[in-house]
């Protein structure tokens, strides 16, 4: 087991030597300058984090950040102290959309961090991300989860569409949604600014519908993130359509 999981590591810095070794030597440098008892990785840290999980795939993630959960651990400790300094967080406008509507609806939050919303809900909550550290979260690549198809009500992903491939996240949430279920998509504003590089959101959206769903709602009124609902649509078309995927770069961890 041992010898396959070392192979695997292996195999993954072949691929990918640059990003994996400097994300090492800043998590060594922020594990030896820290003195204090919880680890306070640098900025730099979140945005090699992030630029590591969108220059792969979320497999390779999966397998990287399986194997040394510390890793995982310090990035979320950063990611926490960032988000303190928004003036709202769209993890909060996600909950008080559920509040207001039925706590029968069943939820699959796809990569859910520390599963706040899981914990903040009445709704049944499927948590899934590259780490478990709380029992009520799934560890899995999120572009295969366990769910039955059909089986959800909504799909959020809030601040989560990392990965080269994370057109095949979007598919599994269509997937395992039901006719009419809502997708929830929460990013961060400057990865759909095409001013500064960024995707056009007309164009991601346009990507979405042809993946099956409606668009319902495009928020750009927050300073920090853009919100996205569509509506999976009740007939699939049943042509196959080559769906054009804007690009995703990565977001820049800036304190407001
Ligand atoms: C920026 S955090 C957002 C966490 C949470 N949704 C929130 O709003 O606080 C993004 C999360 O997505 C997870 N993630 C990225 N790629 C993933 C994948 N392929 N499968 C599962 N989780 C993934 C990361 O591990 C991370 O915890």
Redesign the pocket.
């Known amino acids: 087991m041992k010898e396959g999981r070392s192979r695997k590591r292996k195999r993954a810095r072949h691929t990918q030597p640059l990003d994996q070794q400097s994300l090492q030597s800043n998590k060594d440098e922020n594990q030896t300058s820290s003195s204090a008892k919880r680890p306070k990785p640098s900025t730099s840290f979140l945005d090699k984090f992030d630029s590591f999980?969108l220059s792969v795939s979320?497999k390779e993630?999966?397998s990287y950040f399986g194997d040394d959960p510390t890793m995982?651990d310090m990035y979320?400790a950063g990611?926490q102290e960032q988000m303190s300094h928004w003036p709202e967080l769209?993890?909060n406008i996600i909950i008080k959309w559920l509040k207001g509507r039925s706590p029968s609806l069943v939820v699959a939050?796809?990569?859910?961090?520390?599963a706040?919303l899981a914990k903040s809900v009445k709704n049944k909550v499927f948590s899934?991300?590259?780490v478990s550290n709380d029992p009520s979260v799934i560890a899995?690549?999120?572009?295969n989860t366990p769910l039955g198809s059909s089986s959800v009500d909504v799909a959020v992903f809030?601040?989560?569409l990392?990965?080269t491939n994370f057109s095949s996240?979007l598919q599994e949430a269509h997937r395992v949604l039901k006719p009419s279920g809502w997708l929830l998509i929460a990013e961060v504003k400057s990865r759909f600014d095409p001013n500064t590089g960024g995707a056009d959101p007309n164009k991601f959206s346009k990507a979405v519908c042809d993946l099956g769903f409606a668009s319902e709602l495009k928020d750009f009124s927050n300073k920090m993130f853009i919100l996205l609902h569509f509506k999976k649509k009740e007939k699939q078309n049943s042509k196959h359509k080559e769906i054009e995927w804007p690009e995703l770069k990565p977001c820049l961890y800036k304190r407001r």
């Open positions: 999980c979320g993630a999966l995982f979320h990611y769209p993890v939050d796809f990569g859910c961090g520390d706040r899934f991300d590259l899995c690549d999120m572009s809030c601040l989560s990392m990965g996240y």
